[in-house]
């Protein structure tokens, strides 16, 4: 009697906690059968192919029947790519990586989160407690007034609280987000854009204390992602030897061409912006609407040179997934092409070109054997119907079903 109440306690406690965590998908291998799959490197789509994954990767890609005793999927002539890739969340809960996950991300860079949530999350997915995506990490946004929930998880930085302002405390806050595991660090180059009493054209550091912040952070070989908008913070940072420009509105052609040569990529954010000028989404306050408009059209004149240029351009939200979230990745592929892409190139972005800015390319961004089984299943050839993207019927992270609404779609 006594132990049947204490099975049934850890029962009660486990539906109560299915309630707030998504519960693990299967891992059992499956073969998706009848599949057109899409080559991001070539645009080639090979018809009616069998994939087979197991144990989290993709272990082959044919023709030919299923292996038996395997679960198959049926696509019906589907079109299969690989899993989405944000460059740029700050999704921090549950639920806000599980709408990143039925939107088709697989993967998403962190982009600054209190309490080292990206990183908790993270976990969580490679112990195979809960369905991707999977988490590139970065912790607190390294900026002059850092976030103060920073020092009630970790005190001994307290000496951060009055101000990352000096050489010497900037490499303090990168030392204390790499003691806490993170793969790479955000830093902010010039002020924010969706505050309303910041410019976010104004310089914030300068070149040789983001060179500082660089070398730091490559003692355990994080690279660094900066948020800039105005373009004297953002040579600064691209000269400082930056992995990624976050956003980019106001970047001159000498700063494209200085990201052109170093290999600098560009992470627009693009659909966020639009978000700042209309009502609604994670942005709804009168002054930023009238700075949206003005800046949108910048934004999309850097993304046009930018690309002319050749500069590497990603996808990434900015958005923490929240329940009135606008933004999503498919979304701002589809931008990309209204912007002069091609459809392959749009979703480059969003795949092998986001994986080669996070040093993944030999594991995510393509459907290739051995790479991780991240894909999406689509309604229509998305090579020729950009959009089909914004509305995946199978979500696949690591191997596990994440969203299969291919009944409703039959
Ligand atoms: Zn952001």
Not at 262 to 275: E, H, K, M, Q
Not at 327 to 336: P, S
Request: include cysteine; charged fraction near 20%.
């Amino acid at each position: 009697m006594r132990r049947l109440r204490l099975v049934l306690v850890i029962a009660c406690t486990s539906v109560g906690l299915a309630a707030q965590t998504p519960a693990p998908a299967s891992t059992a291998p499956l073969a998706l059968v009848n599949a057109n799959v899409v080559n991001v490197r070539d645009g080639k789509i090979a018809a009616n192919a069998t994939i087979v994954l197991r144990n989290g990767r993709i272990e082959s890609i044919g023709g030919g029947a299923a292996p038996s005793g395997v679960k198959v999927i049926d696509l019906k002539g589907k079109y299969v790519l690989p899993g989405l890739i944000d460059a740029h969340t700050h999704a921090d809960n549950f639920a806000a990586f599980r709408r990143a996950l039925e939107s088709g991300v697989t993967t998403v860079r962190s982009a600054g989160v209190s309490n080292y949530a990206d990183v908790g999350f993270n976990t969580l997915v490679k112990n195979g407690v809960v369905a991707g995506p999977n988490v590139v990490t970065a912790g607190y946004h390294v900026r002059p007034q850092m976030a103060p929930e920073a020092f009630l998880g970790d005190p001994s930085y307290a000496d951060l609280m009055s101000g990352v302002t000096t050489i010497e405390k900037m490499r303090r806050a990168v030392q204390m987000n790499l003691s806490h595991g993170v793969d790479w660090i955000k830093i902010l180059a010039t002020e924010r854009a969706g505050t309303a009493d910041t410019d976010p054209r104004k310089q914030v550091y300068t070149e040789d204390e983001i060179r500082a912040i660089v070398q730091e952070a490559a003692t355990r070989n994080a690279p660094v992602e900066a948020h800039a908008h105005g373009d004297e913070g953002a040579m600064a940072a691209v000269k400082a030897g930056v992995r990624s420009i976050e956003h980019g509105t106001y970047l001159s052609d000498a700063t494209l061409q200085e990201m052109k040569r170093r290999g600098t990529y560009l992470d627009p954010t693009y659909t966020t912006v639009i978000d700042l000028t209309d009502s609604g989404g994670d942005y709804d306050v009168p002054a930023l609407r009238i700075r949206g408009e003005h800046m949108l059209p910048r934004l999309r004149d850097t993304v046009v040179r930018a690309h002319k240029l050749g500069v590497p351009i990603v996808t990434g939200g900015d958005t923490g997934y929240g329940p009135n979230s606008l933004t999503r990745i498919g979304q701002e592929a589809t931008h990309f092409v209204e912007m002069g892409f091609t459809q392959l190139e749009a979703i480059q972005s969003a795949t092998i070109r986001n994986a080669e800015m996070l040093k993944l390319e030999k594991s995510i961004g393509a459907i290739e054997a051995g790479f991780e089984a991240d894909l999406i299943a689509v309604e229509r050839n998305p090579l020729e119907q950009i959009t089909t993207l914004q509305d995946p019927l199978l979500v696949i992270s690591n191997g596990r079903v994440g969203l299969d609404r291919l009944n409703f779609a039959r």
